[in-house]
């Protein structure tokens, strides 16, 4: 009797595991789908100068919306791409749309592009970012390159070779999501980057917790005595944006100055804001 009981679970739990797998293998293959038919989007949130208030940068970021699903985020697909390899189209068509649409902008900031340690662990991935770079003559000052602090955990070596050869290039390299503590600063601090972006986890409880200020303070000092730049992410609230203006730092992203928004919205803003920007997204 019971184990039969057990058994039955046993089928239960089995079925149950098929679905779930079957489910994302068919994510998968609208995903391979849509990276294909180019139906993914980028929406481009403003990096500010937390003291002038200026636009300095604009990040890319995809989204994904499936027929079936609808709007899925890149929470979930990314790192369904990473396993799957499908990050290294949907990364290759990344950097090749925000080039494109930064080109045709003719921004006078960087647009920054998030790459995965996939992508960067493959030896083409320089060669890559210099052929889009040309075929949209864009300038490589305009191109930033946000690696994730999990780069450094698999290949340390290979990554700071790629990152030298990236830089050679002339792209800005930042680390982002510095201070989730996945990396030990030792292996971060070689490697030849031009900015630190603190992870939005950091900024949670800044306002009314003094150890989390105190976090921050102690980031900030290291990112000074590396002479680096450091940008906060999530800022969501005046209190935060003057918590991080008195200490010290440089760049804000967040809802408060601005969430991510599809091209012509960027571009409208952009105008607002008196950069040049032609305001062509350059699709119909
Ligand atoms: P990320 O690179 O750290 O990007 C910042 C994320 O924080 C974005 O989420 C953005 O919408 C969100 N964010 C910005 N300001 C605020 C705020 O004030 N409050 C809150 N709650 N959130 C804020 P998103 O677009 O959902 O992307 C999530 C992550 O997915 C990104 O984190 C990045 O790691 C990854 N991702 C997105 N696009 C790409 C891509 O094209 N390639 C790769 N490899 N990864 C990507
Ligand atoms: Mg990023
Ligand atoms: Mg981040
Ligand atoms: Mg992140």
């Known amino acids: 009797e019971a184990k039969g009981a057990g058994k039955n679970a046993f089928r239960f739990f089995a079925a ?15 995903l391979r789908a849509a990276i294909e038919a180019e139906t993914l989007t980028l929406q481009y949130q403003p990096q500010v100068d937390v003291c002038s208030g200026q636009v300095v940068g604009l990040e890319a970021l995809a989204r994904w919306v499936d027929a ?12 369904l791409a990473e396993d799957t ?31 995965s340690p996939v992508q960067l662990n493959r030896e083409d991935f320089p ?6 770079l040309a075929l949209h003559s864009l300038p490589p000052q305009l191109l930033k390159l946000e690696l994730t602090e999990r780069l450094t955990i698999r290949d340390p070596v290979l990554a700071a ?3 030298g050869r990236l830089r050679e290039l002339g792209v800005r390299l930042s680390l982002d999501d510095f201070g989730a503590g996945q990396s030990s600063f030792a292996s971060l601090m070689r ?5 630190l972006k603190l992870d939005r986890s950091m900024l949670a409880n800044v306002t009314d917790d003094p150890a989390s ?6 980031l900030m000092a290291l990112a000074r005595s590396l002479q680096l730049p450091i940008v906060v992410e999530g800022v969501e609230t005046p209190a935060q944006l003057s ?32 950069l040049e920007v032609n305001s062509d997204t350059g699709r119909p």
């Open 16 to 30: 149950a595991m098929d679905s779930a797998a079957q489910e994302r293998l068919q994510l998968e293959l609208r």
């Open 68 to 79: 079936e699903r609808g709007s899925v985020p890149p929470d979930e697909f990314i790192p």
């Open 85 to 115: 390899g499908l990050i290294v189209p949907l990364g290759a068509w990344v950097l090749d749309e925000a080039c494109r649409q930064a080109a045709l902008w003719r921004l006078t900031v960087p647009v920054a592009v998030n790459v």
């Open 127 to 132: 060669d890559v970012v210099a052929t889009t």
């Open 161 to 163: 070779r790629q990152l």
């Open 191 to 195: 490697l030849p980057l031009h900015e």
């Open 213 to 218: 200020w105190q976090v921050i303070e102690a």
């Open 243 to 274: 918590a991080l203006r008195s200490l010290g730092c440089h760049i804000a992203q967040g809802y408060l100055t601005g969430r991510p928004q599809s091209p012509d919205v960027v571009a409208r803003l952009m105008t607002l804001e008196g």
